[in-house]
């Protein structure tokens, strides 16, 4: 079956840096995506990686290994706003995206 | 990044009335939508996923006569919700996927999100 794996919550301090991890089983694969979303509003996309290695955006970089079927997204220097759920979701042999169920990001002070 | 619209953004209507969602995808071709729905605290859930000039394929558990969706353009998708409940209250979130470069995008519209009284 398919499936996305990712920690379902996190807390970290600000001006830290997080590390949010996902690993994947998806029939085929076209790429790997992580999403932003905070409360009551749609997911905003954040990255797309579909070869090995470090993707780097600003405060964002997210790495991909497919042979270990695992991604991360690296946030530094956290801010308040940074405070959301973040999504991991695999596109698989059909382009359809499968979704992990988030993993709620809790940045105190 | 790609832009998609929604609209309305919110919507408020009786229950028995039917109400619809506009998903327009602004600078890029999408090729597929999907609809998703999310309850409060709760993670997304696709309810269909519609090509251009096709009819939609519909998840199992959600009733394609009370979600009619129509893809009428590579810009527009609908989703209609006819006969609402309050049931149906929810956070109603349309996605276009277009490729650009070779490569497969999707982007999420703002949602919508329906009360029904």
């Known amino acids: 079956g398919q499936n996305i794996d990712q920690p379902t919550e996190m807390t970290a301090t600000e001006g830290a840096i997080v590390q949010i991890n996902c690993t994947y089983q998806?029939?085929?694969?076209?790429?790997l995506f992580w999403y932003q979303q905070h409360a009551g509003e749609a997911p905003t996309f954040l990255s797309y990686n579909v070869l090995d290695g470090l993707e780097e955006k600003g405060r964002f970089s997210s790495f991909l290994s497919r042979s270990k079927g695992y991604s991360y997204l690296l946030l530094k220097e956290l801010q308040m706003k940074d405070s959301a759920s973040y999504l991991c979701?695999?596109?698989?042999?059909?382009?359809?995206?499968?979704w992990g169920a988030g993993t709620k990001l809790i940045i105190k002070p | 990044g790609a832009v998609v619209s929604q609209h309305p953004s919110w919507v408020i209507c009786k229950s028995g009335t039917s109400v619809k969602i506009e998903c327009r995808s602004l600078d890029f071709q999408a090729t597929t939508m999907f609809w998703y729905r999310q309850f409060p605290k709760q993670s997304l859930m696709l309810m269909a996923t519609?090509?251009?000039?096709?009819?939609?394929?519909?998840e199992q558990g959600v009733e394609k006569d009370k979600f009619l969706i129509n893809h009428a353009s590579l810009t527009l998708s609908t989703l209609t919700v006819t006969s609402a409940h309050p049931e149906d209250s929810s956070f109603y979130i349309c996605?276009?996927?277009?490729?650009?470069?070779?490569?497969?995008?999707?982007?999420f519209g703002p949602g919508t999100r329906l009360t029904v009284t």
């Open positions: 996605s276009a996927r277009g490729r650009r470069e070779g490569i497969y995008e999707q982007y």
């Open positions: 998806t029939s085929g694969f076209n790429g």
């Open positions: 979701a695999s596109m698989d042999s059909n382009y359809q995206l499968i």
């Open positions: 519609s090509n251009e000039g096709s009819k939609a394929t519909y």
